[in-house]
C-alpha cells in the first residue's frame, strides 16, 4: 500500500460519513496486522486517538500500537507502556480487552517487557468495570494473553496462582480458560 492510500486512510478516520470512517478504521488494522511498518511513521497521529472521545477510534488505535510494536525501530511503543497500562482500569471493559491484546502484542515482540506487562494483567483481578461479569471477561482475555507467553517467563508463580482463582470465576468461559490454561501445564484436572 503506499503513502498516499495510507494518508487518505489515516484522513477518513476524521470523516462524518461513518461508513468512510469505519471502514478506513478497519483497512488500517488489516494494514498494521499484515504491513505494519507501512504505518509506524504514522504511530504518533495513532498516539492522539488514545485520548478520542470516539470509543471505536481508540480501540482502532490500541490495536494498531499494538502492532506496531512489531517493527519499533524508534521504540516509540516503548514509551506508550504507561499509557497501556493505564487503558487496563478505565472501568470499560472493551477499552480493557483491547489494551490487553495490545499489550500481548508487545509481550511477544518485545520479551523484554514481558515481566512488567504480566504484573499489570494480574492487576485487572483487582479493577472495577462496568459489572463483575465484564471485569470476569476481562480476566479470560488475560488468562488468553498469559498463556501466549507463559512459557518464556522467569517467575511463573504469580501467574500460576492467579490462574488457579479463576478456576473458581463465576463467569464460566473464563472458569474453562483457566482450567484449559492449567491443564495444558500438567497442572489442572
Not at 478520542?52 to 481508540?58: A, F, G, K, P
Not at 482463582?165 to 491443564?183: D, S, V
Request: hydrophobic letters at 40%.
Amino acid at each position: 500500500m503506499t503513502t498516499s492510500i495510507q494518508n487518505m486512510n489515516l484522513a477518513d478516520l476524521s470523516s462524518r460519513d461513518p461508513k468512510v470512517k469505519y471502514g478506513s478504521a478497519r483497512n488500517l488494522l488489516a494494514i498494521a496486522k499484515d504491513s505494519p511498518a507501512e504505518l509506524y511513521p504514522h504511530i504518533d497521529y495513532f498516539v492522539e486517538l488514545l485520548d478520542t472521545e470516539n470509543n471505536i477510534l481508540r480501540w482502532t488505535a490500541i490495536d494498531i500500537i499494538g502492532s506496531l510494536s512489531k517493527v519499533n525501530e524508534e521504540r516509540k511503543v516503548d514509551s506508550l507502556m504507561g499509557k497501556l497500562f493505564g487503558l487496563l482500569n478505565t472501568g470499560n471493559m472493551l477499552t480493557a480487552n483491547h489494551a490487553i491484546a495490545a499489550l500481548t502484542g508487545v509481550a511477544l515482540a518485545k520479551p523484554k517487557f514481558q515481566e512488567k506487562i504480566t504484573n499489570e494483567l494480574l492487576k485487572v483481578e483487582h479493577y472495577d468495570y462496568d459489572t463483575d461479569e465484564c471485569r470476569n471477561i476481562a480476566l479470560g482475555k488475560v488468562i488468553l494473553a498469559l498463556g501466549s507467553y507463559f512459557n518464556q517467563l522467569e517467575d511463573k508463580k504469580a501467574v500460576m496462582e492467579f490462574t488457579e482463582r479463576q478456576t473458581k470465576n463465576t463467569r464460566n468461559a473464563t472458569k474453562k480458560k483457566a482450567e484449559q490454561f492449567l491443564k495444558k501445564l500438567g497442572k489442572g484436572k
